[in-house]
T-cell receptor
Framework: GEDVEQSLFLSVREGDSSVINCTYTDSSSTYLYWYKQEPGAGLQLLTYIFSNMDMKQDQRLTVLLNKKDKHLSLRIADTQTGDSAIYFCAVLNQAGTALIFGKGTTLSVSS | NAGVTQTPKFQVLKTGQSMTLQCAQDMNHNSMYWYRQDPGMGLRLIYYSASEGTTDKGEVPNGYNVSRLNKREFSLRLESAAPSQTSVYFC????????????FGPGTRLTVL
């Protein structure tokens, strides 16, 4: 079946880089997504990558896609305390009808 | 442009009570979704509506019903609430052009006692 897997927790120190990893099974996604959820809030789109790309850089964010291994990663450079949140990887299901989400990675940034 | 709005923000129900969660979007999106979020479970799809007049079951539809009232509004109804339905409920809508992104509402925090 379709599945998206992420590690549940990541703890880093302020100023370090954070890398959040995601693997997925089947997907019809033209785009693959990273969403961010701050405490008590809804999910906001953080960034996305086109499925034909290997890498996308957006300021402090770098998304890497290995389509052969079905592996997606999000790197946050110079991590700040304001980056503390839950990060979700999401891909479109095979039918193309809805996004499938990982369980989310809780990023904790200490000063 | 308010995006996706949900009401209420918080609700406490007793077992067996019914209620409807409301969702509206002003982005002229065809597709709308209801998810629930539980600790350690991520987001699970309850129901979705690919377009006005159609609805389909997602991963966890039992105990819920939906209505796609018009293109803007998609409601979720709990006919007889159970403690297992204590959760945070998110509505989303999706643009099918461009980046095919789903946009989420702020959520409804429901507690069933």
């Amino acid at each position: 079946g379709e599945d998206v897997e992420q590690s549940l927790f990541l703890s880093v120190r302020e100023g370090d880089s954070s890398v959040i990893n995601c693997t997925y099974t089947d997907s019809s996604s033209t785009y693959l997504y990273w969403y961010k959820q701050e405490p008590g809030a809804g999910l906001q789109l953080l960034t996305y990558i086109f499925s034909n790309m290997d890498m996308k850089q957006d300021q402090r964010l770098t998304v890497l896609l290995n389509k052969k291994d079905k592996h997606l990663s999000l790197r946050i450079a110079d991590t700040q305390t304001g980056d503390s949140a839950i990060y979700f990887c999401a891909v479109l299901n095979q039918a193309g009808t809805a996004l499938i989400f990982g369980k989310g990675t809780t990023l904790s940034v200490s000063s | 442009n308010a995006g996706v709005t949900q009401t209420p923000k918080f609700q406490v129900l007793k077992t067996g009570q019914s209620m409807t969660l409301q969702c509206a979007q002003d982005m002229n999106h065809n597709s709308m979704y209801w998810y629930r979020q539980d600790p350690g479970m991520g987001l699970r799809l309850i129901y979705y509506s690919a377009s006005e007049g159609t609805t389909d079951k997602g991963e966890v539809p039992n105990g819920y019903n939906v209505s796609r009232l018009n293109k803007r509004e998609f409601s979720l109804r709990l006919e007889s609430a159970a403690p297992s339905q204590t959760s945070v409920y998110f509505c989303a809508s999706r643009e099918l052009l461009g980046t095919d992104t789903q946009y989420f509402g702020p959520g409804t925090r429901l507690t069933v006692l």
